[in-house]
Nanobody, 120 residues
Framework: QVELVESGGGLVQPGGSLRLACEVD????????MSWHRQTPGKQRELVAA???????KYSSPVKGRFTISRDGAKNTVYLQMNSLKSEDTGVYYC??????????????WGQGTQVTVSS
């Protein structure tokens, strides 16, 4: 069993920034692709950003240019830096691990989620 623990969510004003962190309790962290997803009321959970074992990244269109995903192998942690936040970014953000070194694999573990609220 692999545990993923998110942190860093909270309330922020439009235009502000937050950095989410996801610490992964498990071996071989650097081998696996990781991702961030979000779920907003009335919508399905959607992919926000992903990073593979080589550090290549991809982003959904709504966040491209504003969000940055990164990983630190020494800390077994994946980050999501969110800038220029908008009200539509509000939701529960989940960290996830793929069962391979690319995002073409299947997600096998999820974190518990952290709430991000963008409001004035």
């Amino acid at each position: 069993q692999v545990e993923l623990v998110e942190s860093g969510g909270g309330l922020v004003q439009p235009g502000g920034s937050l950095r989410l962190a996801c610490e992964v309790d498990g071996n071989m962290f650097s081998f696996y692709a990781m991702s961030w997803h979000r779920q907003t009321p009335g919508k399905q959970r959607e992919l926000v950003a992903a990073i593979n074992s080589a550090g290549a990244t991809k982003y959904s269109s709504p966040v491209k240019g504003r969000f940055t995903i990164s990983r630190d192998g020494a800390k077994n942690t994946v980050y999501l830096q969110m800038n220029s936040l908008k009200s539509e970014d509000t939701g529960v953000y989940y960290c996830a691990r793929y069962d391979s070194n690319t995002w073409l694999g299947r997600i096998d573990f999820w974190g518990q989620g952290t709430q991000v609220t963008v409001s004035s």
